[in-house]
């Protein structure tokens, strides 16, 4: 089944420690996106990637870090700059909104990541 | 700007029971499309309809209904008898028809749904 795949479930970071989260997806979508979820906020876009090596700064990326070498895949570096990590990850993928702007995006499982 | 608000941050109802969701949205822009999405405690965010700004028939889908009004700008989600598994937080999000066209997210409305 086409999908979202994001590892790990759940990861803890120590004091000055990157930390990678993984996504990777199969639904042959142009467009891949990167939010972060806080307790009782809606979801906030960090990175966004409409294309293979190239990505763009959403609302919140300072401390954090992404690439995107493969059509599949789009890691997201958690930067010991972040000063304030923990929170609900979540990886999305879609069709490049500009071609059909209905289409809806796609989500992952979530990875969740606190300090230890 | 573009600004997406659910005033309801929890509702709890007794199962059977009907139950609406609150959206209401801002933007300048003639064309926009407006989606629902429904988090259940597993964490992973679940497509459940879209509309776009120039189609303003409402439908019913299931035990699903939706209101779209663009008068008051609002995109309203009904729950028609609902169930324990309906528990979950639900999401209201708008984009724009216009520069990277991002989605715009609510703060949620968690629903729980009690036997």
């Known amino acids: 089944d086409g999908g979202i795949t994001q590892s790990p479930k759940y990861l803890f970071r120590k004091e000055g420690q990157n930390v990678t989260l993984s996504c990777e997806q199969n639904?042959?979508?142009?467009?891949m996106y990167w939010y972060r979820q806080d307790p009782g906020q809606g979801l906030r876009l960090i990175y966004y990637?409409?294309?293979?090596?190239?990505?763009q700064k959403g609302d919140i990326a300072e401390g954090y870090s992404v690439s995107r070498e493969k059509k599949e895949s789009f890691p997201l570096t958690v930067t010991s700059a972040q000063k304030n990590p923990t929170a609900f990850y979540l990886c999305?993928?879609?069709?490049?909104?500009?071609?059909?702007?209905?289409?809806?995006?796609?989500f992952g499982d979530g990875t969740r990541l606190s300090i230890l | 700007a573009q600004k997406v608000t659910q005033a309801q941050t929890e509702i709890s109802v007794v199962e059977k029971e009907d139950v609406t969701l609150d959206c209401v949205y801002e933007?300048?822009?003639?064309?926009?499309?407006l989606f629902w999405y429904k988090q259940p405690p597993s964490g992973e965010l679940v497509f459940l309809i879209r509309?776009?700004?120039?189609?303003?028939q409402n439908e019913i889908s299931g035990r699903y209904s939706w209101n779209f009004q663009k008068s008051t700008s609002s995109f309203n989600f009904t729950i028609t008898a609902s169930q324990v598994v309906d528990s979950a937080v639900y999401f209201c999000?708008?984009?724009?028809?216009?520069?990277?066209?991002?989605?715009?997210f609510g703060t949620g409305t968690r629903l729980l749904v009690s036997p």
């Open positions: 639904l042959n979508h142009d467009a």
């Open positions: 999305a993928s879609s069709i490049i909104p500009g071609q059909k702007s209905n289409q809806p995006q796609h």
């Open positions: 990637s409409q294309i293979v090596n190239d990505f």
């Open positions: 509309r776009n700004s120039f189609d303003e």
């Open positions: 999000a708008l984009r724009m028809n216009t520069g990277f066209q991002k989605l715009v």
């Open positions: 933007t300048r822009d003639t064309t926009y499309y």
